[in-house]
């Protein structure tokens, strides 16, 4: 573990989790991307037995408000989750460069789909956790992809807006 960084796991925190794509790269900038990721996450989360509270899935990073798992730590989970989601998007991208008669040889694009390190918060009370939740849900509309958060559809917003189970069902907690 990188010098100064500390993780403080076994407390029963809920933890604010950022994580972003190699060198800050939009590879989760198509849909396909975006729901391959949630897709996985709701696959990770059920083998690891985590709460999921909240996420949002952007083009070059991705944040999640996640309880600890019953199985590892938040480090194993994001771990995990992270090398699925990489090793599927690199053997759809051969399969697409295979179809596209491209020679095997040719490499196009990054090495690395993920930065190796990842923020964790430690979200200790209700009014943390909703300043994080506020944070994710506003972060599509600062940053220009949509005009309101219920436009996004890779993220919770929609579950606390309106109740509705989006993409992946959501764990509230108080």
């Known amino acids: 573990m990188p010098k100064g960084l500390k993780r403080y796991y076994g407390q029963g925190h809920v933890h604010f989790l950022t994580f972003s794509c190699y060198r800050r790269r939009p590879l989760l900038g198509s849909v396909g991307a975006r729901n391959l990721f949630v897709k996985t996450l709701g696959e990770v989360r059920a083998r690891y037995g985590f709460l999921l509270v909240g996420y949002v899935v952007m083009p070059e990073h991705v944040h999640l408000l996640i309880g600890e798992p019953e199985r590892g730590t938040p480090s194993t989970v994001l771990q995990v989750l992270k090398q699925r989601v990489s090793r599927e998007m690199r053997r759809r991208r051969r399969r697409v460069s295979t179809a596209r008669m491209v020679l095997p040889f040719v490499d196009d694009g990054p090495q690395r789909f993920w930065q190796p390190r990842f923020y964790d918060f430690n979200v200790w009370s209700e009014k943390k956790r909703r300043e994080k939740l506020d944070y994710m849900h506003t972060n599509p509309v ?15 917003f929609a579950f606390y807006e309106t109740g509705q189970t989006g993409l992946v069902p959501i764990d509230p907690v108080s």
């Open 142 to 156: 600062k940053r220009g992809l949509v005009d309101n958060p219920a436009a996004w559809a890779w993220s919770s």
